[in-house]
């Protein structure tokens, strides 16, 4: 019987099933040890089978199945994990070899610490070929970081204390029975930065980067290529959920949150689409929104000029993929 792990990765499938394999050899290959590994999604125990040869009789491993969503995946990880600290992965992901064992350390060096999250590299969903935009770690502990500027990015670069749940729990009585629920279920791809959100505004846990690309995150095909009009529903849903923890900040904050996110998408179709069109209609449309995204994001240049930088500016090439970073790692 395995006893009781410090850590438990929680790996949520969500599409990503056909990169498991890659995704769990860098969980193993990890110089930090003392973990298990909880596989969720809604259909696991299909979708693992052939990656589940990876995983030897020396790592203790759960995987189950659940609804449809990445928060509900999460929600049931957590149920099941036995960790005290808990990491979050996306099937499609890959981390470093020293990853878990930064984290570890950041935690135990900051007592306040209460989530800690790490630079990420965004890749195409394909390979490791191409790199468009990073997640520049920053202290996050103000909703215009968290929600504006996306500072601790997706929820795979986290590892938090499982202490952080407990006054953020919500309770929830569906056709499972009663759960107890963390991540908003009713939220398409912002339920993390809605969490994030709980912990500054409703407990005193603190959240901070480590300055290092310690993840590499694969984009899902669906988030960034699906109608841009459903891009918008979505962080309009996501600030509508936010009035409730701080309903000033919020108002204060809510349009320039979402011409932030116009800003991502225009850099996103300029570097992999390469449609200048949709860039200039997504650049007009965060200054209408808002008119303090061109200061806090070009330093005030004009529209056009703002296109002309990010259509020139060219694309960053990733060479080696996770072997260059395991590599790099090693030599640390």
Known sequence: MFSTPLLSVIVTLDGNARFLSQCLQSVIAQSFTDYEIII???????????????LNIHQSYVIKNCGAGEARARNT???????????????????????????????????????SYSESECISYCDFSKA????????????????????VGNASGTVMRREVLKDLQEISCGA??????????????????????????????????????LTWRRVQKECVSKALVQHFEDWDQLIRRCQSLDPIA?????????????????????????????????????????????????????IDNVMGIICRRQLGQVQGGPDRLQDRSRAA
Not at 93 to 109: I, R, S
């Open 176 to 213: 499972q029975g009663v759960e107890q629920v963390y991540f908003d279920e009713q939220l398409n791809y912002t339920d993390d930065i809605h969490f994030w959100m709980k912990v500054v505004t409703a407990s005193d846990w603190v959240i901070e980067g480590i300055d290092e690309v």
């Open 40 to 54: 969720v999604g809604s259909d696991a125990l299909n979708q693992s089978a052939n990656a589940i040869s990876l």
């Open 250 to 302: 919020v108002n204060e904050i809510g349009s320039l949150a979402i011409a932030y996110r116009c800003v991502e998408l225009a850099q996103y179709y300029a570097s992999q689409v390469a449609e200048e069109h949709t860039v200039k209609v997504l650049l007009n449309r965060a200054c209408q929104l808002d008119r303090r995204i061109l200061n806090k994001t070009f330093g005030g240049k004009s």
């Open 77 to 115: 990880g957590i149920a099941h994990a036995r960790g005290g600290l808990l990491a979050f992965m996306n099937a499609g992901d890959v981390w470093t070899t020293d990853k878990l064992e930064k984290h570890v350390f950041h935690l135990a060096a900051n007592p306040s610490l209460g989530v």
């Open 132 to 151: 468009y935009r990073k997640c520049s770690p920053e202290m996050a502990g103000t909703l215009e970081n968290i929600v504006c500027k996306n500072a």
